[in-house]
């Protein structure tokens, strides 16, 4: 299931910082659909090692990424894995398994994709209890609103708004984050009373959040999606040529001042 905090638990290990002093070296690769060995392994080397290769021949690769791993204790996590193909993982983890003392963490929201990773049982992330979830909403949309000033209506709102998003970290998170900016009562409402919600997607339980969420930026920050890509960063450079990049910060500053 997407939106459930799979990436965000990897994210809080990777960081941690008993993680950083014990590895030599870690790298963080997102995978999504496209399971390229070739690829994958030169962004294994460029993310734990911040080192390009001329390589494009996967032999070579390998015996490069074998060779700079060797002997090192390395860290490596694998995000979105959706590769149903036992031989492509088989040929991906070839240098991993030959070079040093390493770890693997594999986050998937396909529980095939687990079972032929897996050197463990997998560790399945269940969704969030209404609770928690009104806890974060409340952190991220209503902490910095005066409560004296007519905003108790809100709370109502919101705990009917967190009911919608099924229990889903990211679905609270991203809502929450596109409310914070609002104080305007019908506003909420119409969020709370979208058709999006009741809209069916076989494969994520989150697109009705997220769509709302867009749906709540304004038209010139929309504008950013049409440069970004999944997984991927935005340059400064393509926010400024889009016009984005004023929106962009503008919206930083004022959660700034609002904190």
């Not at 560790?123 to 609103?145: S, T």
Request: charged share 30%; hydrophobic share 40%; proline share 3%.
């Amino acid at each position: 299931m997407g939106g459930v905090g799979k990436t965000t638990l990897a994210q809080l290990v990777y960081n941690d910082s008993r993680v950083c002093n014990y590895f030599d070296t870690r790298g963080w690769v997102c995978v999504s659909e496209d399971f390229d060995v070739v690829g994958l392994t030169q962004k294994i080397l460029v993310s734990c090692f911040k080192t390009t290769v001329d390589y494009t021949e996967l032999n070579e690769l390998q015996q490069e990424l074998k060779k700079i791993l060797q002997g090192k204790k390395f860290l490596l996590v694998l995000d979105d894995v959706w590769n149903e193909k036992p031989s492509l993982w088989e040929k991906l983890k070839v240098p991993l398994l030959e070079a040093g003392v390493g770890k693997v963490i594999v986050t998937t929201r396909n529980e095939c994709v687990a079972r032929i990773m897996q050197t463990m049982e997998p560790l399945n992330l269940n969704i969030l209890p209404f609770d928690k979830c009104w806890m974060l909403f409340e952190k991220l949309a209503l902490e910095g609103l005066d409560s004296s000033s007519g905003h108790n209506n809100l709370v109502d709102i919101g705990r009917r708004i967190v009911e919608k998003c099924k229990g889903l970290p990211l679905a609270v998170k991203v809502i929450a984050r596109a409310l914070s900016y609002e104080d305007d009562e019908d506003k909420w409402t119409d969020i709370l009373e979208s058709e999006l919600w009741e809209s069916v997607d076989a494969n994520s339980e989150i697109f009705p959040a997220l769509k709302v969420s867009y749906d709540c930026l304004p038209i010139d920050l929309k504008r950013c999606f049409l440069v970004s890509q999944r997984h991927g960063s935005i340059r400064d450079k393509k926010l400024s040529i889009c016009g984005c990049r004023k929106v962009f910060f503008g919206l930083q500053e004022a959660s700034k001042q609002r904190i």
